[in-house]
């Protein structure tokens, strides 16, 4: 990848992607050629195979940069609470990608980037949790962050799948309502 750096090798290596992200929208990813991506975003083979390797290293790319954009946004914030502005700001990354949001959401259980995703939000929701409620085993951390992640995905991604008819902020406040009466169930068994 010669001149990856430069201003126009970024937006052509970003067309491209987009181009494959309209293109998942009637096909599947397996189903994808590099010629018929090629003639979708008006490039040559040569320009292609400039920028990726294949159709797999377009959408690696895609999810890394998805994955990057979340892990950025939590790292600005403590994810202990989940509260209504954590899962506010993960449903504007994903309305930003919302084509590549779509797909993830389609097998999501079975999805490598969602595994990843989790096993990092585990891990800082667990050690900030601990950290702020040190009285608490891990073992009911891990299961507490288990079901309230396993809801909240399955919520955002029947609200994708619906089309997103309900106002995002009062999504991310319904989220952050049902996350904080788990967590304080949790702790209110350590006081008895």
Known sequence: MKDKNTKK???????????????????????????????????NRGTFYLHFNS?????ERL??????????EVNQVKIYS???TFYLSIIDIILRNKALSKWIGSDYRGSA??????????ERFISEFLEKYPDNSIDEVKLLF?????????LLVAWLRGG???????????????????VNS??????R
């Open 9 to 43: 090798s970024q937006e052509t290596s970003k067309h491209i992607q987009n181009c494959l992200l309209e293109a998942m929208e009637e096909n599947r990813l397996n189903d994808i050629t590099v010629s018929y991506l090629c003639k979708i975003a008006n490039i």
């Open 55 to 59: 159709i797999e290293d377009v959408f």
């Open 63 to 72: 999810e890394n940069d998805f994955f990057n954009e979340i892990m950025h």
């Open 82 to 84: 989940l509260d209504a």
């Open 113 to 122: 980037l969602m595994k990843q995703l989790r096993d990092f939000l585990a």
């Open 146 to 154: 288990s079901f309230i992640i396993g809801g909240a995905t399955d």
């Open 164 to 182: 997103q008819k309900e106002n995002r902020y009062m999504i991310a406040q319904t989220l952050g309502q049902f996350s904080a009466s788990l």
């Open 186 to 191: 949790v702790n209110k068994k350590l006081i």
